[in-house]
């Protein structure tokens, strides 16, 4: 009878060492789960997700849908068109980077270099336009990265 006592309680305690076991990401041991940044890009710089949403929250609680909505006009209004190409850049200096199969050993299956010569074209030709437009910052670094594809590019070919 004690026998059947000992395995009742270990059958209910097991569901609280499941969760234990997940500890704070909710998942179990040995499962994968995709990681993602807490940081977002906006004009105004880098900030961790929901900072700015954390600073302007009434303190009675969420945001009524109007107040959401105005927020949201708002943060659009500062949006600017080279804020849009710049962001439009670096997604496509990344696509470059893997049509060249860079890293080789997550890349390479995605190898085409004609693609990641498109991929450069028009990052030159987008960094011409925006010359004048971005702070010479941003500018820099996009640069920077297109004559890193471009050498990579070289040594890949």
């Known amino acids: 009878m004690s026998e059947e006592k000992e395995n009742e309680e270990e059958k209910q305690e097991a569901p609280e ?13 040995g499962e994968s789960r995709r990681q993602t940044s807490s940081r977002l890009w906006t004009p105004q710089g880098e900030k961790m997700a929901g900072e700015e949403e954390r600073a302007e929250e009434p303190a009675g609680g969420e945001e009524s849908d109007e107040e959401l909505r105005k927020r949201m006009e708002e943060a659009l209004e500062k949006i600017t068109t080279a804020d849009v190409v710049v962001d439009m850049m670096v997604t496509l200096a990344s696509f470059a ?7 080789k050993d997550v890349n390479e299956k995605f190898r085409d270099m004609d693609q990641a010569r498109l991929a450069i074209d028009c990052l030159d030709a987008l960094l011409s336009v925006l010359t004048d437009r971005v702070p010479g910052d941003k500018l820099d670094a996009l640069t920077g990265t297109i004559d890193n594809l471009k050498l990579n590019f070289v040594k890949e070919s």
């Open 97 to 103: 980077y893997q049509r060249m199969g860079i890293p």
């Open 17 to 29: 060492a499941a969760e234990e076991e997940k500890g704070a990401t909710g998942q179990a041991a």
